[in-house]
């Protein structure tokens, strides 16, 4: 069953779980997914998508996000329509030819994420998001050091017992927070992340056509000169 305002988390004492706490739990492991992506990371971090190629993969999660919606009955893709739409994306905003099937496990990866969220199960998300960190923490030579609030399992096991609508608030916002960082650095110019507009071409959408010209009653269109402009 997906998400409801009552439903129950397959662990051995069960809580509420709200449709807001499966959503931010949902987008905070996709986010730790798309930050795997060796591919997208590459991509990225090499400029192949040009000077927006930060904000090219900040619309690729926010279309993907927007894909899956716990107020309807299911995703408006499916696992198939969404390997496709993430290679044809890498292959057009960045010119990576994905031949690694990698786009497969990337597209499993989140309808799974999907599934487990969507029935109150976060182990999926937070391991993901473990892993993530770990990697990172790896690559700058620092020691992974777990913080207060931080989405782990050891910390919920410990609060297992005790556990409120209060911790399953905190858990939401934590996963929240964690979602709403950019996935590689902030685009230049943005200090905040910026989640609505369109990307230069949305996620599986053919290329817009060229705007054609407004006519008038007697069949002539309007033209613009120099002098008229500011």
């Known amino acids: 069953m997906k998400a409801n305002n009552t439903m129950n988390n397959n662990v051995a004492t ?3 779980t709200t449709i807001e706490t499966a959503t931010s739990e949902f987008q905070a492991g996709v986010t730790a997914v798309l930050r795997s992506y060796s591919a997208l990371k590459t991509a990225v971090e090499s400029g192949w ?6 904000e090219k993969a900040e619309f690729l999660r926010t279309h993907i996000l927007n894909c899956f919606d716990y107020t309807k009955s299911k995703p408006s893709v499916d696992v198939f ?3 496709d739409n993430i290679a044809i994306y890498m ?3 960045f010119s990576v030819v994905v031949e690694d099937d990698s786009e497969k496990l990337i597209a499993q990866a989140i309808f ?6 969507g029935n109150g199960d976060f182990t999926l998300s937070r391991q993901f998001i473990e892993n993530v960190t770990k990697a990172a923490q790896e690559k700058k030579g620092k ?6 609030g931080e989405l ?5 096991d410990e609060e297992m017992d005790t556990s409120t609508s209060d911790n399953a608030a905190q858990s939401a916002n934590v996963a929240q927070e964690y979602a709403g960082d950019f996935l590689f650095g902030a685009p230049a110019g943005q200090e905040k992340k910026v989640s609505s507009g369109p990307p230069p071409r949305q996620l599986g959408e053919a290329a817009p056509e060229a705007p054609q010209p407004e006519v ?3 069949g002539f269109a309007p033209v613009s000169t120099k002098k008229g402009r500011r």
């Open 216 to 218: 008038d009653d007697d």
């Open 112 to 117: 799974s994420l999907y599934e487990n969220c």
């Open 49 to 54: 998508g040009g000077v927006a190629s930060k």
């Open 14 to 16: 069960p809580q509420p």
């Open 81 to 83: 329509d969404l390997e």
């Open 91 to 93: 292959e057009e905003e």
């Open 152 to 156: 782990d399992e050891d910390s919920d």
């Open 143 to 148: 020691a992974v050091v777990q913080t207060e």
